[in-house]
């Protein structure tokens, strides 16, 4: 006769979140908040300490073409699209990722990377907890007509 054998007891521990197939898990490697920034508006900041050349996550949108990003652009003060490619770029501003709200600065402590049409960040120095996430975006959509306002030293005054 078979025999009953009682449930194991239920865990404690809360079940993981389930994979949704096509969807990549959380790309987040160190913990970002987003607290009000000195610089504009939002900021990423760092909610651990993070280690200089370590990967800090990316930011991740929706890809449209570079005409569309171009057009979107045009008369934003705040751009979340980034050109992953001649043809490609990333509308980040529907994005949950924290990093969407990096500051730019003159003087930045993490640098962006594009690496196979995935917009990464990288820490270039060791971060401090609560210190706000910074990069140099270069050339940008704003084309010279925004003041640039990070207060580091040699600042290039314009974006």
Do not use: W
Request: aromatic share 4%; hydrophobic share 35%; net charge positive.
């Amino acid at each position: 006769m078979p025999r009953l054998q009682s449930l194991p007891a239920p865990s404690a521990e809360p079940a993981a979140a389930p994979r949704v197939p096509g969807q990549r898990s959380d790309p987040q490697k160190f913990k970002v908040d987003v607290k009000p920034s000195r610089i504009d508006g939002q900021g990423a900041f760092a909610a651990e300490p993070i280690p200089a050349r370590r990967k800090i996550g990316e930011v991740r949108g929706e890809s449209i073409s570079v005409r569309d990003a171009r057009r979107r652009a045009k008369g934003q003060q705040r751009i979340m699209l980034v050109e992953v490619s001649e043809r490609r770029a990333i509308d980040a501003s529907q994005s949950a990722d924290p990093l969407r709200f990096t500051n730019h600065s003159c003087q930045p402590n993490a640098v962006l990377r594009i690496r196979q049409g995935r917009v990464e960040f990288y820490a270039m120095r060791d971060v401090a907890a609560g210190e706000e996430l910074t990069v140099n975006y270069g050339e940008t959509h704003h084309e010279g007509r925004l003041r640039c306002r990070c207060g580091a030293p040699g600042c290039i005054g314009r974006l």
